[in-house]
């Protein structure tokens, strides 16, 4: 039950319901269990799954009084959510593409990205959790996977009290190099090792429009994880690239997937901090044509976004400081804190400190796999601009 006043956001379809604004729970929910969410005069706003360790109470799954949770709800729902990229023409046999994106998808706490013919679930709520087998049966049925694969960790299932889980759900193990295809390129995904799901399907369009910046350049892809952009852009016809990551796991792969696709013998695979290793590089006089700039996300909630900015602003000073007259930065965030107009106040913030002129060319978002409810305006987190500085 909701206490008066605190039920406007469950009107507007927001899924969320925080521990602060239930007045009075009945019947002592478990976990996982789908409970109905009343307002004070005992009229229905939604059916939820209860997470009774996190601040976020419960999570809708419908608002629909007469819509049952049961199997066939997330048969319904999965079908949506394929549906959806089959009609775009994401699931091409041979591609990746993201085919649940939880809140924005109807389903909260489910994240599903396909790799190929593999399938890696992320169930980061109770309520994902409890209905795992029923998704994941639904998932083969919808998308007649190889196998499907759990990568159930990280910060959200802990504030769910879950412990972490990484296991086959069903067919068979993927393969440890799971070869999909993605713009062009041949990648490489280690689907039980890498991070997140394995790869990040989020950057696979802006990696092909960067790319188009890069004939002849030198380039270097800072946080460049597995080295999805400095391949495009060498693959592109980019003369070199430097690739910076503080993990030797993610430049090992990266380095095979150079390999794979024929341009390992003009990329340089350097492990070390991004923020070192720039001011090294200014020190040494170092510029560089194309500069990609895609940090992991330094604002984890509304309290860090003065600090996360300051990171922002420091990393992208050191790239303006290190770019060739004329040259490109393609920069990002994916702190769902920092919108768009907040992110380009940063980077003017950087232009006046770096002393120079900069111009947006182009700006970036997520792709289409990665849809944003508009009910739910925290699935809206990559941001991205294409600059020029002279
Ligand atoms: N651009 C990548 C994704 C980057 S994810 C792609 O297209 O796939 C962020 C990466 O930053 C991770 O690989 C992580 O290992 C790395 N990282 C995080 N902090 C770092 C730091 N201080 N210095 C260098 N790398 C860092």
Redesign the pocket.
């Known amino acids: 039950m909701i206490g008066s006043g605190r039920e406007k956001s469950l009107r507007r379809r927001h899924p969320w319901i925080f521990s602060g604004a239930i007045e009075r729970v009945e019947g002592g929910p478990e976990p996982g269990d789908t409970v109905d969410v009343l307002d004070r005069r005992g009229a229905f706003l939604a059916r939820a799954a209860w997470s009774p360790a996190s601040q976020i109470r419960a999570r809708a799954w419908t608002f629909d009084p007469e819509e049952r949770v049961d199997d066939a709800f997330f048969g319904r729902r999965v079908s949506r959510a394929v549906e959806t990229r089959a009609r775009l023409g994401l699931l091409d046999a041979d591609e990746a593409c993201r085919v649940v994106y939880a809140e924005s998808d109807g389903l909260p706490g489910v994240i599903a990205d396909r790799y190929g013919r593999h399938v890696v679930c992320q169930f980061l709520s109770a309520g994902a959790e409890r209905w795992r087998d029923v998704i994941v049966a639904a998932l083969g049925d919808a998308l007649t996977p190889a196998g499907i694969y759990e990568r159930s960790e990280g910060a959200a299932r802990r504030k769910e009290g879950l412990a972490s889980r990484r296991q086959v759900l069903a067919g068979a193990e993927p393969p440890p190099r799971l070869e999909f295809r993605s713009g062009g390129l041949q990648r490489i995904v280690d689907v039980a090792h890498g991070?997140k799901t394995g790869?990040?399907l989020d950057?696979q369009l802006n990696?092909q429009r960067v790319a188009r910046h890069a004939a002849g350049a030198s380039v270097l892809?800072?946080?460049?994880?597995?080295?999805?952009?400095a391949t495009a852009a060498v693959v592109a016809g980019a003369k070199s690239a430097v690739l910076?990551?503080?993990?030797g796991d993610?430049l090992r792969a990266a380095r095979e997937e150079a390999a794979l696709n024929g341009v390992a013998d003009r990329c340089r695979f350097v492990e070390?901090?991004?923020?070192d290793?720039l001011r090294a590089l200014r020190e040494q006089g170092r510029r560089f044509d194309l500069i990609?700039m895609?940090?992991?996300k330094f604002v984890h909630s509304a309290q860090q976004v003065a600090a996360g900015s300051r990171g922002y602003k420091d990393v992208n000073l050191l790239a303006l400081q290190l770019l060739a007259p004329g040259g490109i930065l393609a920069t990002f965030s994916c702190s769902g804190h920092v919108d768009a107009a907040l992110f380009q106040k940063i980077l003017a913030g950087a232009a006046v400190d770096a002393g120079r002129p900069v111009q947006i060319l182009e700006r970036f978002t997520q792709p289409p796999d990665h849809p944003v409810a508009l009910e739910f305006p925290e699935a809206d987190y990559l941001n991205g601009l294409l600059l020029t500085a002279h």
Not at 222 to 229: D, I, K, L, Q, V
Not at 244 to 247: A, Q
Request: charged fraction near 20%; glycine fraction near 8%.
């Open positions: 991070q790869a990040y950057q990696r892809d800072a946080f460049a994880y597995t080295g999805g952009f910076l990551d503080s993990s993610a070390a901090d991004v923020f290793e990609v895609d940090p992991p």
